[in-house]
C-alpha cells in the first residue's frame, strides 16, 4: 500500500542510485522511498533488479516510483542513459549515489597493473562517471547532493589491500575537488566510509567468526556494520537537513578509526596458501594464480 506523501521531506525528489540491487544500494533506495522520494535504480542484472523493486514496493509513498535501468556503471553511455531514464520522470534529478566499488585482499607483490588498475577504474571510475553526467540535470534542478560509498580504506592502513586503499583514498580527493566545482550550482558532494558492512560481496567474512572478531575488536561499538547503518548517513547527506554540509566524508565504522585496522594476514595465507603468503613476506613475487582473489 502507498503511503501519503505529504510533508515527507524528500517527497517530489528523483534519486538514482547506482548497484542499485547491491545491499547498500538497497538500504538507500528503502531510506530514500520511505521519506517520499521517486528512485532509479542501476544494476548489471534486470532479474536481481526487478527482485530488488518487488522488495522495496511496500516503502512507495503516493506519487513515487521505482524505476529499473540494466546496465554497466563504467560505460558512459549506460550511465548516460540511466541519468536520463531518472531525470525523465519528473524532470529532475536531485540526488545521486553511485555505491559501486570493491576491491580484493591481495598483496601488493601480487598485482599487475592490469589487476591493480581495475580495482581504481571499478571505484573511482564508476563514481566519476554517475557524477560527470548528473551535474546537468542537477542545474537544470537548481542544485542536488551526490553521496560517494567510500571506505575506512581510505584513512586507516590496511595491509594486503594497496589497490583497494589507493582507490579509496582516490575517490576521497575526487569527492572535494568536484565538491568545490559544483557548490556554485548549489550541487553537494560528500561520501560516507563503511567499515565492514553486511553485504553479498562480504558474505564470507561474515560466515567466519574469527574474522567477525577480529574486525568487531577494533571496533569501540563492538559491532560489524548492516546496510542500514550506511545508507541513514546516505539519507542524511542526502536530504535538506545537511544543506549547508559539503566535500566531507562521514566514517560510519563502529568507531573504528579511533582503533587500527584488522590483521589479515590469515585471510591472505587461506586465499593464496602458505608458501605463496611466505614468499610475499620475504619480499619475493610468489606464482600468482589469478583465479584467486579475495574479493571484498
Not at 7 to 28: F, V
Not at 271 to 290: N, Q, S
Amino acid at each position: 500500500m502507498r503511503r501519503n506523501s505529504r510533508a515527507l521531506p524528500l517527497a517530489g525528489k528523483m534519486a538514482l542510485i547506482t548497484g542499485g540491487s547491491g545491499g547498500i544500494g538497497t538500504a538507500c533506495a528503502a531510506a530514500f522511498l520511505k521519506d517520499g522520494a521517486s528512485v532509479t535504480l542501476m544494476g548489471r542484472g534486470l532479474e536481481s533488479l526487478i527482485a530488488t523493486r518487488r522488495t522495496l514496493q511496500p516503502q512507495l509513498t503516493r506519487g513515487a516510483t521505482i524505476e529499473l535501468f540494466a546496465g554497466d556503471a563504467l560505460d558512459k553511455d549506460d550511465v548516460v542513459a540511466a541519468v536520463e531514464l531518472a531525470s525523465s520522470i519528473n524532470g529532475k534529478l536531485d540526488i545521486c549515489v553511485p555505491t559501486v566499488g570493491g576491491g580484493s585482499i591481495r598483496p601488493l607483490l601480487m598485482h599487475d597493473a592490469d589487476s591493480f588498475r581495475s580495482e581504481l577504474e571499478l571505484n573511482i571510475i564508476s563514481a566519476f562517471l554517475a557524477v560527470r553526467y548528473s551535474v546537468e540535470p542537477m542545474v537544470d534542478a537548481g542544485g542536488g547532493s551526490i553521496v560517494c560509498i567510500s571506505s575506512d580504506a581510505a584513512k586507516l592502513v590496511f595491509p594486503w589491500l594497496p589497490a583497494y586503499t589507493t582507490a579509496k583514498c582516490g575517490l576521497e580527493g575526487f569527492v572535494r575537488a568536484a565538491a568545490e566545482e559544483l557548490a556554485r550550482f548549489q550541487i553537494r558532494v560528500n561520501a560516507v566510509r563503511p567499515g565492514l558492512t553486511r553485504t553479498d560481496a562480504t558474505a564470507e567474512l561474515f560466515d567466519d567468526p574469527a574474522t567477525q572478531q577480529a574486525f568487531a575488536a577494533e571496533k569501540p561499538l563492538g559491532r560489524l556494520g548492516e546496510p542500514e547503518d550506511i545508507a541513514a548517513g546516505v539519507r542524511y547527506l542526502a536530504g535538506p537537513e545537511s544543506s549547508w554540509v559539503t566535500g566531507q566524508s562521514f566514517a560510519i565504522e563502529g568507531g573504528n578509526e579511533l582503533r587500527k585496522a584488522a590483521d589479515m594476514s590469515a585471510m591472505v595465507e587461506a586465499i593464496f596458501g602458505p608458501e605463496a603468503f611466505e614468499a610475499v613476506l620475504k619480499g619475493r613475487t610468489p606464482f600468482d594464480d589469478e583465479n584467486q582473489e579475495g574479493d571484498l
